[in-house]
């Protein structure tokens, strides 16, 4: 699909394929210094976040979806962190056991705008687990969906506790559970998903999640946050994605700025599972970070301002803000940054 066309979808009020989703009232996107100007919605394909002075678009002014209904909020996934039930093994190793539940969710991911999710733990992204390199780690996860479907986990674990359907336990059947068991390693920055086909279907519908496996000698003290980058492919034609996001709702880091302390250090992981588009981006203005592709050493690979992840790649970056103000960061894609992928950190004394 032309990129062109996605945008049209959501300008012209298409009909969303087989789950009947209308997409896109002429009143769903605004660019918010146009709006107090004028009253009136601009072009929505106009991306002012480059100049102007202009804060760039989002949703109308007004118009935001209900975080409380959807079940999660993107400002508190964040710098939520799920370190699991903490106990010991003989001889002293940590075990760390998790319950992770699949279930079928309507969520707003635009005003107005409902997307029939598949999900961990009711969210999107799934919870981000976190643990120590050499912690065991026991995942129980129980289907609550009307769906078939896995944990898949990136790292280094036995063949049967890939959660790929035909090796091991394989499929989760609805009404099902199975527990994953494996030790955490490499230290690094992965990612979870379900691998049951049709396999891009499954992760599109909101079924993954971040995975932190620490080194033995922890990183120095950081604010620390997830940055999971992802889109809705609203039509579900499989071809092309109406809505970018970071964290679930589009557009939310517009709305609810980042907050950050000057000069302290923030840590980024940022991981990339969107779907039905080759690479993803994430650029930050006015400032540098150091790069750790996908956080398995100790020593940055780049200072830079822009870095491009294919799907399943992801990196950490560590910035220090030397000046206070607002500071946009967004895919270095303008289609993408026009259809949610873009926020701000507001940094302050």
């Not at 399943?312 to 206070?324: D, N, S, T, Y």
Request: glycine share 12%; net charge negative.
């Amino acid at each position: 699909m032309k990129q062109s066309s996605r945008r049209g979808f959501l300008v012209g009020g298409a009909v969303a394929g087989a789950a009947g989703l209308a997409l896109g009232s002429t009143r769903l996107f605004d660019t918010q210094a146009a709006a107090q100007q004028s009253g009136d919605p601009p072009h929505r394909g106009t991306h002012t976040g480059h100049g102007g002075g202009v804060e760039g678009p989002t949703f109308r002014v007004g118009e935001m979806v209900d975080h409380e209904a959807n079940g999660f909020d993107p400002t508190e996934i964040l710098r939520d962190f799920d370190y699991g039930k903490v106990s010991r093994l003989p001889g002293g190793r940590t075990l760390r056991e998790w319950e992770i539940y699949a279930s079928d969710e309507d969520v707003e991911v635009a005003p107005g705008v409902t997307f029939p999710a598949w999900t961990f733990n009711s969210r999107i992204p799934g919870p981000t687990l976190r643990c120590a390199e050499g912690d065991r780690l026991r995942v129980t996860f129980v289907n609550g969906s009307d769906h078939p479907h896995t944990m898949h986990f990136h790292g280094i674990h036995p063949a049967d506790m890939d959660g790929v359907p035909g090796i091991g336990r394989g499929v989760i059947d609805p009404g099902d559970s199975f527990t994953y068991e494996f030790d955490a390693t490499p230290f690094g920055l992965h990612l979870y998903h379900c691998h049951v086909g049709p396999l891009a279907e499954h992760i599109a519908r909101g079924m993954y999640g971040t995975f932190i496996v620490d080194p033995p000698q922890p990183r120095p003290a950081a604010d620390e946050m997830v940055m999971v980058m992802h889109g809705f492919n609203t039509t579900f034609d499989g071809e092309g994605n109406q809505l970018y996001a970071v964290n679930g709702i589009p557009f939310h880091y517009m709305h609810e700025p980042v907050e950050v302390k000057r000069n302290a250090l923030v840590r980024i992981y940022l991981v990339n599972v969107l779907e039905y588009d080759p690479i993803n981006s994430f650029h930050l203005h006015g400032n540098f970070f150091e790069y750790y592709p996908t956080g398995t050493r100790l020593t940055p690979t780049e200072f830079t301002d822009t870095v491009v992840q294919a799907q399943g790649q992801r990196g950490i970056c560590e910035v220090r803000f030397p000046h206070p103000g607002k500071f946009m960061f967004h895919a270095h894609k303008t289609e993408f940054a026009d259809l949610g992928w873009m926020g701000f950190f507001e940094v302050t004394e």
